[in-house]
Nanobody
Framework: QVQLVESGGGLVQAGGSLRLSCSAS????????MGWNRQAPGKRRELVTV???????NSLDSVKGRFTVSRDNAQNMWYLQMNSLKPEDTAVYYC?????????WGRGTQVTVSA
């Protein structure tokens, strides 16, 4: 059983920063990729950024240069540093992991960016 728990969301003004954290527990051997998705009101869930085991990454064009994902393997934590936030970044952010081909998400944390 895999559990992902996000934290760090909140309300921030445009131009500000937030750091989201994801705490992972359970059977984590065989991680293929980890990262973050988000879902804005009335929109489909979308990939924000993902890091694969070979170190390659894939990110939403609109967050490139502003968002950075990092991982602490010893603590089974990963993070999303979000800078220069914009109102269109407002969404529920979900921690994501692909473990042996099975996909897992946390329950999400709300990020609201005011203009």
């Amino acid at each position: 059983q895999v559990q992902l728990v996000e934290s760090g969301g909140g309300l921030v003004q445009a131009g500000g920063s937030l750091r989201l954290s994801c705490s992972a527990s359970g059977s984590l051997s065989g991680i293929i990729a980890m990262g973050w998705n988000r879902q804005a009101p009335g929109k489909r869930r979308e990939l924000v950024t993902v890091v694969f085991n070979d170190g390659s990454t894939n990110s939403l064009d609109s967050v490139k240069g502003r968002f950075t994902v990092s991982r602490d393997n010893a603590q089974n934590m990963w993070y999303l540093q979000m800078n220069s936030l914009k109102p269109e970044d407002t969404a529920v952010y979900y921690c994501y992991a692909n473990i042996n081909g099975n996909k897992y998400w946390g329950r999400g944390t709300q990020v609201t960016v005011s203009a």
